[in-house]
């Protein structure tokens, strides 16, 4: 298959990417590196050779890719609070005109499509576990606001497209996702806690630490996509770890792997920060006969490697 991938050089992506080039296919990556990072594209590019290719290009632009395709996972967006905050315009932008783009190209190619949507738009939830029938309890107006609404519209644009057009569209919500290439700055709690435990530096923890999260490892989310991608089912999938876990119980469990006698300091929450996060992966389960298989401790201690070994080249800069 010959198959775009949109913000192919950010975490999720690259890894989306070599697995689908793994596999035989042929890959197009569109990336404007706003997020992604140019050296997961070169390294693609020479483990691949001309399967691989990469369009550098803002997708909230026209996007312009020659010949066929047979398959496009949109997953182009800033998704890390630091990011999001940073670049708010270009954050709603890329959630309504790059979703929007990526969609008329995957008419005009009569392509599958992926959304690479989001367990923000759940907001801070008010259910418990939170399955895909929920709504969400989300704060328009807030700073969070510009990824969770643009990706609750990416949703409803796709569903327009698979309503009105018949285009074949998945929406897959991720939750809470680590492994090896989250950039170091990343902001999020695995790569912060890592970095600062690896660095002798103490665990910073925003309120008091009981805010709970899950936490799934990028093999088997790329695993999950894939599956949506190959299914017939077009109404959003969640797909994440089920096992929570509080912000001050992944802290000690870092702190406890990387054997650092680091401290533990506590600074005030963000606005609208959820205080609870826990996947409902009964549908994933049914429809996609797929579930997590990568425990935290395993997951972690590929991580820690990773960033240990891009700590000591110096990558401590890299944004």
């Known amino acids: 298959m010959r198959i775009v991938v949109t913000g192919g050089a950010g975490f999720i992506g690259s890894h989306l990417c070599e697995t689908l080039l793994t596999q035989g296919n042929e890959v197009v990556c569109i990336d ?13 590019s020479k483990r691949h050779g001309d399967l691989f290719s990469l369009i550098d290009r803002n997708v909230s632009e026209h996007i312009l890719v020659e010949g066929p395709v047979d398959a496009i996972y949109h997953m182009a967006s800033p998704a890390s609070p630091i990011d999001y905050l940073k670049y708010p315009i270009p954050t709603l932008k890329v959630g309504a005109l790059g979703t929007h783009n990526a969609l008329g190209l995957a008419l005009a190619k009569n392509a599958k499509f992926l959304l690479a949507s989001t367990s923000e738009v759940y907001g801070d939830p008010e259910v418990h576990p939170q399955p895909e029938s929920y709504w969400g309890n989300v704060n328009p107006i807030g700073p969070r606001g510009v990824y969770d609404e643009g990706k609750r519209f990416a949703e409803a ?44 530096e103490p665990l910073t923890i925003f309120g008091d630490g009981t805010q709970t999260r899950s936490f799934g490892y990028i093999s088997d ?68 006969n797929w579930e997590p298989k990568v425990p935290l401790d395993e997951g972690l201690r590929y991580t820690i490697e990773d960033f240990r070994q891009r700590l000591d080249r110096g990558e401590e800069s890299t944004a």
């Open 32 to 44: 404007n590196f706003l997020t992604g990072r140019r050296p997961h594209t070169e390294e693609l």
């Open 157 to 200: 644009m796709a569903m327009a497209y698979h309503r009105f057009h018949g285009l074949d569209i998945h929406i897959v919500r991720i939750f809470n996702t680590y492994g090896p290439r989250m950039r170091l700055m990343d902001g999020r709690a695995i790569p912060a806690f890592l970095c600062q435990a690896l660095r002798g």
């Open 221 to 288: 989310l790329i695993d999950g996509l894939i599956r949506l991608m190959n299914s017939d089912f077009h109404e959003p999938v969640n797909l994440g770890n089920p096992t929570e876990m509080t912000i001050l119980e992944l802290a000690e469990c870092i702190r406890e792997i990387t054997g650092t006698s680091a401290p533990i300091e506590f600074h005030s929450l963000p606005t609208d920060d959820p205080k609870i996060r826990k996947p409902d992966i009964s549908r994933a389960r049914q429809i996609l």
